[in-house]
């Protein structure tokens, strides 16, 4: 069975910073672009950032621009969210996704495989 099995969430204050590690299981997704979403409590699901596989191109929502880096080691199948000035508004359920097509928009929460996301809660 495929999964995408996230980690490094938890408890932080505003301001540190946290990276979540995201490692595909059952297959590879070298060849897929991936990302992140996020959810926070009573709140839809809203994308956070994606890389392409093809080129590194990466994409951010405008909320996370500049704190936040997405990036992925295609040898080791790991995906990664670096998060830096961590805001109490980031606090949210963070879920490794993935596209098994290519798709021209990647800035939505639609993508086709998702893990069950880790915790990220920043305290104030």
């Known amino acids: 069975q495929v999964q995408l099995v996230e980690s490094g969430g938890g408890l932080v204050q505003a301001g540190d910073s946290l990276r979540l590690s995201c490692a595909p299981s059952?297959?590879?997704?070298?060849?897929?672009?991936m990302g992140w979403i996020r959810q926070a409590p009573g709140k839809e699901r809203e994308f956070v950032a994606a890389?392409?596989?093809?080129?590194?191109?990466?994409y951010y929502a405008e909320s996370v621009e500049g704190r936040f880096t997405i990036s992925r080691d295609d040898a080791k199948n790991m995906l990664y969210l670096h998060m830096m000035s961590l805001k109490v508004e980031d606090t949210a359920v963070y879920y490794c996704?993935?596209?098994?097509?290519?798709?021209?928009?990647?800035?939505?929460?639609?993508?086709?495989?998702w893990g069950r996301g880790t915790q990220v809660t920043v305290s104030s």
């Open positions: 996704v993935a596209n098994e097509m290519y798709k021209v928009q990647l800035t939505t929460p639609q993508f086709d495989v």
């Open positions: 059952g297959r590879t997704f070298s060849s897929n672009d």
């Open positions: 890389i392409r596989w093809n080129n590194g191109r990466t």
